[in-house]
């Protein structure tokens, strides 16, 4: 049945429709295991321009999808497991409830699609375009986004425990109650991201700019800090507890009822930020600039 189907597809848009079609009629008459999700696992599509095809539900396990043109296409919840799209262009596609468990995308573009509820744990995405695409709810854990381009995508709840976002571009990206726990975000972009409950606990955010950041109520406990910026950056309420702030640049920064609780802020900028109410009980203060800082209420 996979060489029908890849014969199929090769034949353009409305040949492989048309088998679909006869396909999924047959196998409603005749049911069997799995009937209903036609096989290309393993198949050759290389080049190939697929735009706009109706492959949801598609067994691509394996595939290789370097440089298709996959534009538009419905891709929902197809499995493409250990598949390469490397430089492919979905851009518009919808992937929602795709699996890529141990894929591999590097450059391919996502702009515009629709990935909500996959399932990406340990693929690679280096330098993947996912600008303003839809990720809430995505399982990306250990998954590598490595100078990916995220800015303007909807990460709300996603999963990105231990993943690795190196000069990756957040920029205005929304992670509102996104699981990035131990993840390595060294020098990434997040300048007005939207934190907003966030996990980031154990994160390593070295030389990481945040720059306006919305992380209201986000905990970045034990997380590595050193160096970042976070100028300005809303952060009332959050839970900096034992965390690595070493010369960082906190200027202006709202940290009003935040708990700095053990945290080490040596040689850190804290001019003109509003420390109200924080809990700053056993926190390392060595060098630390807090020139025009408001500490009325702080707890030490």
Partial sequence: MGARAEDALRRGAVAWLDWRLSYCAHNRAVPTEHSEMPDLSNTELAQMNL??????????????????????????????????????????????????????????????????????????????????TDLSFVNAIATNFTSANLCGADLTQARLHRSTLCYTNLVETNLASADLSQAILFNAELGSAHLYLANLNRARLTKSHLVSVYAVGASFDGADLTNADLSWAHLNKTSFTRAILRHANLRGANLAGANLAGADLSGANLAGANLRHANLHRAIFLDTNLEEALLTGVTY
Avoid: C, P
């Avoid at 596609?93 to 391919?108: H, K, M, T």
């Avoid at 629709?114 to 993947?128: E, H, I, K, P, R």
């Fill in 51 to 132: 735009r706009g095809a109706d492959l949801h539900g598609t067994n691509l396990r394996r595939s290789n999808l370097t440089a298709a043109k996959l534009v538009a296409a419905n891709l929902s919840g197809a499995n493409l497991n250990q598949a390469i799209l490397d430089g492919a262009d979905l851009a518009n596609a919808n992937l929602q409830g795709i699996e890529i468990i141990d894929g591999r995308a590097i450059g391919a573009s996502f702009h515009y699609g629709n990935l909500a509820q996959a399932n990406l744990m340990g693929s690679n995405f280096t330098d993947a375009d996912l600008r303003d």
